[in-house]
């Protein structure tokens, strides 16, 4: 599936800022599956400095400073992509019991996948914590098998409440509320993993969504994404998304990759000056044919202004953007089908997180 | 340098070892060793070695009075100098103060030859290591160090990695280090963050040669001097540069060991600065000076590297700057030690290192660990959980690094079953950051207790820094008292530190001191053109409440010493009340004291409360806290005298505890006492401080205070009712307070008339008391700070500061005065009704000058008050 994904954020200051220090993590890295044909981030105001290099994780990432006074600041990404990919096809071939894996971590040949069995902020767990995960861990299970178990439990038992956490929120208090968003969903699974001493990573990026039945798709009323990826020798890393219940295919777009949500924030930043700000967010996650045409549902085939979309307006200020699709957990959890990719659709456009 | 100022009379050693020993009264002092246990000072047949005869034979020949003498001069000078872990504790609080043992630990030239080269060693390797590590990672990839161990460690900084070079990494080393009871040395602690505890080991060198400096020089011990001027041209080296701009980046005062940051920064020539000082500026660190952004060239490291930046490293941590780690990337800084040298520090590392440093350095590892075990590592996990209780448990990486803080370790047969069950789960699931060491014995060193000589279980922390070549090693070190048993890190409950003496068997170089050096680079002038916006801040306020309390004093002295008189009590009464409200209505809010159980008088009352009354603005007490503040923040701005003086305040209980009764001549005396500190600081400051920008803020605050302190009172004194009656006594009082009542008499020679002395303290320009004096100086100070270039513009502040003076200048005393017939009973209130030149002029400065502060700080130091924040 072809994308054109527009991820943009404008800051608004009460008083002007007189220095503003940023890192961008909004560009895709590379991975296999995804071709990226375009990608471009306009920044106001021009930076005085702008500094693209790769990040610990080989991640792009963008360092810039704005060193004129300002009230706005505004960081548009465009990214066209391609991906083609069915991760559930990889599900077949882990058969080694989950105990090797995590055997295998102490083998000095295995460093890169061993740094994904360390905690991280984000993800440090209690014994309450490993305990639940552990349930899904029966001794000689396939890797795999256990980790889509553990992924459906966390769909089944955690409600999805974008007002129940925030950025920082630690997953002892998701776990203790049994609610979150995306992001919280993948630290609580990330953790759990870590506990075991297994190797899981937390991916950043966005997804597909669908209208709700007869509706058009409403333009920039996306959210950035977030799922994990475990590891197995046989068929190396698949992503779980434990949000959805689904391991991907070609409705999740990879952004980035790390630890924890703090290795990849999409923008962080440090100003001075500046007094109160407000945040406007929104993603278009837009599904194009070879022309670049919007591929939208028979009933949405006049909304082409997508396109070029101008001013959504849609995403009230919010800390980060981080939610996934609201109302597929209730939906989900109605029509049960273990293996279901099929749409996911907001209940409401103008959602808050 | 330790011996500036520390040559004493040589009498108490009575010359040399051969009178110690006729000495018959004396004796060899009584040393008793625990069996079985090495001792450093006496071996197993009670003999002692021959590198401490010079030193026990002359402490032994001290009388008991002698070594309690020494002993108080010692306590004396560490309570002056200020090494106390915390600056800013409560005085309260019952936390273990800093204490130097009368003994120091001594050290004989083959043992130190050993101890160098081994440590020399280790400080490459962990060099290496660290290189390694955030690097190629072959340490990881073939097997050497578990992958775990390391990424699991939260101070690895990955966004370090591949910003190393060979030449970047560890440039400060320091070890722990300990005798086990058979007399070998082993490593507790490894420490590459910061050079923790080396100003602590520098001002307990200082401090004690002070004492006992005849001592030290007779047993032959090497000075340290050489290893920081060797550290000086290996760090001028690194940047390339002959006169380079060098940094100690310090979190600043609320940090316990801000005192050895100071002081290693004044003993180095080095700027102090703080994160709120520093900016990234086109990727380059730069410092906020008065006179703009100046880059940095090379930044000692003194805080954590997890906190140098807030955007890619930890987001909470503000001490360092915004995008440190971008002025990195782009060679705009060079950082000693490179942030993220403490992951070397993990004790985890401690099995794996031996077979390291045959990988890495192609030698045998001299200097180890005792045994120690990474609990993440399955078999090693199993050993230990079935041998708990010969081991002691503690966390892989504690942040600290202050010497003799370590926590202490988990002794695992002290736990009880269900602890130990906790402790068991805790391993199982973060095992990968905790270690276990075996339990060890340790080796004695004598201790002075106060009165006899014990043998007490010891550690030292020695420090390494990198030259061109290899690793330099201080002949010296810290050392602590370790409480026994700990295997895992230097904990030390008591406090008690001593010097450590490495002797020579060579005649010893002539020394140079490190002061000649530094002129030589011409540290000092680099460092005075460039002021801190911060420190100027600082420094001004400083001098507004050094200004403020000796006002206070004056006023208070004299309305005492009024009262204690007997002629024209009433009238005085009624000037010294006056007078006193002119700082207790400025706290309007503020509680007065009444007049309390004995019945004070009103005068005592005003008195009690200026000096002792509590969140009083203008009372003695908020002085005093601010002055303690701003001392210890400009605290390497000013010399180490200027500071002792001061702390004579703070050190002393009798300033800050409002006594039960309050005798009125006891009173007197102490403000006497106060006046004396305050001259002594102020003489310190005119003869010992160059004229810099920051002499010039402190002197800013002082001539702005007590301009506005005097026309204060001269507004109130002359200008409220009953003038008339008691003029000469009440002009008399104003010329006290002033301190220029001799000038006075010497001068006009005739009772105090108001034109006098509105010609002296107003007027007169030679006179220091005067107001015209301060503005006349303030007008000096306006001119030389560093300015915009505003062509053929006057600044606002000189603009101010010139119609004050022009004011001042144009007058003259009779005119002024002209408040006329005092003696024919004029009524005052008439005069006053008319427009008067004197209260006109008064009132305009007592307005402006408030207004030239705000200049200069909206000028001078705003932009330090700009704080960060985190979107």
């Given amino acids: ?353 | 340098m330790e011996l500036d100022k520390a040559t004493k009379p040589d009498n108490s050693e009575s010359g040399n070892a051969a009178t110690a020993k006729a000495n018959s009264l004396a004796g060899p002092i009584p040393y008793q060793t625990i069996p079985g246990v090495h001792d450093e000072m006496m071996d197993s047949s009670g003999s002692i070695m021959s590198h401490w005869q010079h030193w026990f034979e002359a402490f032994s020949s001290w009388s008991p009075a002698e070594r309690s003498a020494h002993s108080d001069e010692l306590n004396e000078v560490v309570r002056e100098t200020g090494i106390a872990y915390d600056l800013f504790a409560d005085p309260n609080e019952t936390a273990q103060p800093w204490s130097i043992d009368l003994a120091p630990l001594i050290l004989a030239p083959t043992e130190w030859q050993w101890l160098k080269t081994a440590l020399a060693q280790r400080a490459r390797l962990f060099n290496a290591i660290h290189n390694d590590i955030y690097g190629h990672r072959r340490l990881l990839h073939e097997g050497y160090l578990p992958a775990a161990l390391v990424l699991s460690d939260q101070s690895y900084l990955r966004p370090m990695r591949w910003h190393q070079s060979a030449y970047n990494g560890v440039q400060f080393y320091a070890a722990d280090l300990a005798k086990s009871a058979d007399g070998t040395w082993h490593v507790l602690d490894n420490h590459t963050e910061t050079p923790a505890g080396l100003g602590f080991a520098l001002a307990n060198r200082i401090t004690l040669t002070h004492c006992e400096g005849n001592l030290f020089r007779k047993s032959n011990a090497i000075r340290l001097a050489s290893y920081f001027q060797q550290l000086q041209a290996t760090l001028n080296k690194r940047t390339g540069l002959d006169d380079p701009y060098i940094a100690i980046l310090s979190p600043g005062p609320e940090h316990p060991d801000y005192f050895a940051h100071a002081y290693l920064a004044r003993y180095l020539g080095y700027l102090l600065v703080e994160g709120g000082d520093l900016v990234n500026q086109n990727n380059q660190i730069c410092l906020k000076t008065l006179a703009g952004l100046k880059p940095i060239d090379l930044i000692i490291r003194s805080i954590e590297g997890a906190n140098a930046d807030p955007l890619e490293l930890n987001p909470a941590g503000f001490d360092g700057t915004t995008s440190m780690l971008q002025a990195i990337r782009n060679k705009g800084i060079i950082i000693a030690n490179q942030l993220g040298t403490s992951i070397v520090e993990n004790r985890g590392f401690a099995p794996y290192l031996p077979e390291i440093c045959k990988y890495l350095l192609g030698e045998e590892l001299m200097l180890r660990e005792a045994p120690r075990w990474w609990l993440g590592d399955r078999q090693s996990r199993d050993f230990v959980l079935s041998n708990l209780s010969n081991m002691l448990i503690s966390d892989a990486h504690e942040g600290s690094g202050r010497p003799g803080e370590a926590r202490a370790a988990i002794d695992g047969a002290a736990l009880s079953p269900s602890e130990k069950t906790e402790l068991i789960d805790k391993i199982a699931l973060f095992g990968n950051s905790m270690v276990a060491g075996q339990k060890m014995n340790y080796a004695t060193t004598p201790s002075w207790t106060g009165d006899k000589l014990v043998p007490r279980p010891f550690a030292i922390r020695f420090f390494a820094s990198r030259k061109e070549q290899g690793y330099d090693v201080l002949p010296g070190g810290l050392s602590m008292s370790v409480s026994a048993e700990q295997a895992i890190g230097l904990h030390s409950p008591e406090g008690l530190t001593r010097d450590v003496w490495v002797t020579s068997d060579t005649k010893l170089e002539p020394f140079e001191s490190i002061w000649a050096s530094l002129e030589r680079q011409g540290t000092h002038s680099r460092a005075g053109r460039s002021l801190q916006s911060r420190i100027a801040d600082n420094l001004y306020w400083l001098g507004r409440n050094v200004e403020r309390v000796e006002w206070q004093f004056r006023l208070c002295r004299q309305a005492l010493s009024r009262l204690n008189e007997d002629s024209g009590p009433e009238e005085d009464q009624r000037t010294i009340i006056s007078a006193l409200n002119t700082l207790i209505l400025r706290a309007p809010k503020a509680a007065v004291f009444d007049a309390g159980f004995g019945g004070m008088n009103e005068v005592e009352r005003l008195v009690r409360t200026i000096l002792y009354g509590k969140d009083r603005a203008y009372g003695f007490q908020e002085s005093l806290s601010h002055m303690h503040r701003l001392a210890g923040l400009a605290r390497d701005r000013m010399s180490s005298e200027a500071w002792r003086i001061l702390n004579e305040f703070f050190a002393d209980n009798r300033w800050h505890k409002e006594p039960g009764f309050m005798h009125t001549g006891h009173v007197v005396d102490l403000l006497d006492k106060g006046l004396m500190i305050l001259a002594a600081f102020s003489g310190m400051t005119m003869e010992n401080m160059t004229r810099n920008y920051g002499w010039r803020f402190l002197d800013i605050g002082r001539r702005i205070e007590r301009a506005e302190n005097l026309s204060g009172l001269l507004n109130r004194l002359i200008f409220s009712s009953g003038m008339s009656s008691d003029a000469p006594r009440r002009l008399m009082f104003i010329l006290e307070v002033a301190d220029s009542f001799i000038t006075y008499r010497s001068r006009y020679r005739i009772s105090p008339t108001l034109a006098a002395v509105i010609d002296l303290l107003l007027l007169d320009e030679t006179n220091p008391r005067s107001v015209a004096f301060q503005i006349s100086a303030l007008y000096d100070h306006v001119n030389s700070l560093p300015k915009e270039p505003e062509v053929g513009l006057r600044s606002e502040e000189n603009r101010l500061v010139l119609e004050l003076l022009t004011e001042l200048q144009l007058s003259e005393g009779n005119t002024l005065a002209h408040i006329p017939h005092l003696d024919q009973n004029k009524d005052l209130e008439q005069i006053i009704s008319e427009q008067c030149p004197l209260e006109k002029m008064l009132n305009n400065q007592i307005t402006k000058l408030p207004q030239l502060s705000e200049i200069l700080t909206r000028r001078y130091f705003t932009h330090t008050e700009e704080q960060p924040q985190r979107i």
């Fill in chain 1, 1 to 353: 599936m072809r994308y054109r994904i527009a991820h943009k954020t404008d800051y608004g200051y009460s008083t002007p800022v007189a220095q503003s220090n940023h890192l961008l993590h909004l560009s895709p890295c590379t991975i296999e599956g995804q071709t990226i044909e375009k990608h471009e981030i306009v920044i106001s105001p021009t930076p005085a400095n702008r500094h693209d290099f790769s990040d610990y994780f080989n991640n792009p990432v963008i360092h810039l400073t704005i060193e004129e006074y300002h009230k706005l600041l505004s960081i548009h990404a465009c990214t066209i992509v391609t991906v083609e990919r069915d991760q559930t096809e990889l599900l077949k071939l882990s058969q080694l019991p989950w105990e090797s894996v995590r055997d295998a971590m102490s083998d000095a040949d295995h460093v890169a996948e061993a740094e994904f069995t360390c905690y991280s902020n984000f993800t440090q767990p209690t014994a309450e914590i490993a305990a639940y995960g552990a349930q899904s861990f029966a001794p000689g299970r396939a890797m795999m098998d256990a980790v889509l178990d553990l992924t459906r439990r966390i769909h089944e038992d955690f409600d999805y409440d974008a007002t129940a956490t925030d950025v920082f929120t630690p997953v002892t208090q998701v776990f203790k509320q049994k609610s979150g968003v995306c992001q919280d969903f993948a630290h609580f699974e990330l953790t759990c993993l870590r506990a075991l001493g297994l190797p899981a990573r937390y991916v950043s990026g966005y997804l597909r969504t669908y209208p709700p039945e007869g509706q058009p798709r409403l333009v920039g009323a996306d959210a950035s994404h977030a799922w994990i990826s475990a590891w197995c020798p046989e068929a190396g890393w698949i992503d779980f998304d434990p949000t959805n219940n689904k391991v991907i295919s070609d409705e999740h777009i990879t952004l980035t990759i790390g630890r924890d949500f703090g290795d990849v924030s999409p923008i962080s930043g440090i100003i001075l000056g500046g007094g109160n700000h407000i945040i406007d967010v929104s993603v278009d996650v837009m599904p194009i044919d070879e022309n670049g045409n919007e591929i939208g549902s028979s009933s949405n085939g006049q909304m082409q202004q997508a396109m070029k979309p101008s001013s959504p307006a849609l995403s009230p200020p919010l800390p980060q953007s981080q939610g996934p699709v609201e109302g597929h957990v209730q939906e989900q959890s109605q029509s049960q089908t273990s293996d279901q990719i099929g749409p996911v659709k907001p209940v409401a456009a103008d959602r808050t997180y």
